[in-house]
């Protein structure tokens, strides 16, 4: 199921990416506006299974909480169709990395539950964690950088350059992660 979620993430990611070239700025806002979303939903069920101890789940829903109340207000007060909410995916990235940290967190509290890099599980948390925890970084600071990037400041570019690099190791690692379950369904599928 997790497997599944990932790519119905990667899909949803893609859309947003690959139509923005072809599109107004009005139209790419509404895009990632709509995306960002979409993707919450989609990391909420991704996660919403992986909790096993009290403290994580209490965590998980009280940040889910959070998050939807955050949407509510950005959709009801803000409107998602004439600038981009950074904000909205700054906050969004920050609920991801705190359930990440805290299922990890559970993993290793817990001696009967473990992660190694032949799960896949442990590639679609490493490929998210460095995802989001790069995209906080740049998106609270979006409006500085925008008017940086107008200005022409040659540093600027670097960092869409950085933030190019932790997608494609996102993507790489969701990659490895689906490969994994796939050779992993693949063996059951020969034992029966």
Known sequence: MNSRLILLFSIAGAIAQIGTPYASIHIV???????????????????????????????????????????????????????????????????YTTWILSLLLDIYEDDSAYLNQKMPLFWYLLGMFFFTSCTILIFSFWDYIMI???????YISLIFGVYGL????????????????ASDNLKMNKKN
Request: proline share 1%; glycine share 6%; net charge positive.
């Open 29 to 95: 806002f509404l895009f990632y506006n709509i995306y960002t979303p979409v993707g919450s939903i989609i990391i909420f069920f991704f996660f919403s299974k992986s909790f096993f101890l009290k403290r994580g789940r209490k965590i998980f829903y009280f940040s889910a909480i959070a998050g939807f109340v955050m949407a509510l207000y950005f959709l009801l007060f803000v409107g998602i169709k004439y600038r981009f909410l950074s904000e909205w995916v700054c906050f969004n990235n920050i609920i």
């Open 166 to 181: 932790f997608n494609i190791f996102m993507y790489t690692a969701f990659s490895i992660g689906l490969l994994l379950d």
């Open 148 to 154: 940086q990037r107008i200005a022409k400041n040659k």
